[in-house]
């Protein structure tokens, strides 16, 4: 588990890809992290309840860090996020914050093909949902 816990999560527009930033803060190293596409509903944590994001296709990335942790250090913001300038993606939301791991579901408009990334300064990984040739 990394001592970075979240910080931020937006989306931007590109010519050729819509991407989403999970902005982390802290100190230590970058967690290990897994994308894939998954079917809907997707489990919500570790309840039994389930949810559909909005979108044909689901996205799922899983951090090895807590977006906001035990003692409130973290993301502040909204668990479910509808951006607005972005075309492909339709809602972001937090799935799990537990035990140190964090999950984001992505509902983008159909299944595209991906390419995710880790940047420096701030620490960060970037997933690229390529929308055009």
Known sequence: MSGLVGGDIRT???ECFERIV???GGSGTFPGWFAEY?????????SNETAFI???ATLVVRLGSWMRDTTGEGY???HDVFPTNVSSLRELRLIENHEGV????I???RQRP???????SPPRLVIDVQTGT
Not at 38 to 46: A, F, H, I, K, S
Not at 114 to 120: C, E, Q
């Open 102 to 105: 964090t999950i984001w579901a």
């Open 107 to 109: 509902g983008i408009d």
């Open 114 to 120: 991906f390419d995710v990334s880790v940047l420096p």
């Open 38 to 46: 998954r079917n809907d509903p997707v489990q919500l944590g570790e």
């Open 12 to 14: 931007g527009r590109h």
């Open 22 to 24: 999970i902005e982390l």
């Open 54 to 56: 909005r979108g044909d």
């Open 76 to 78: 502040q913001g909204p």
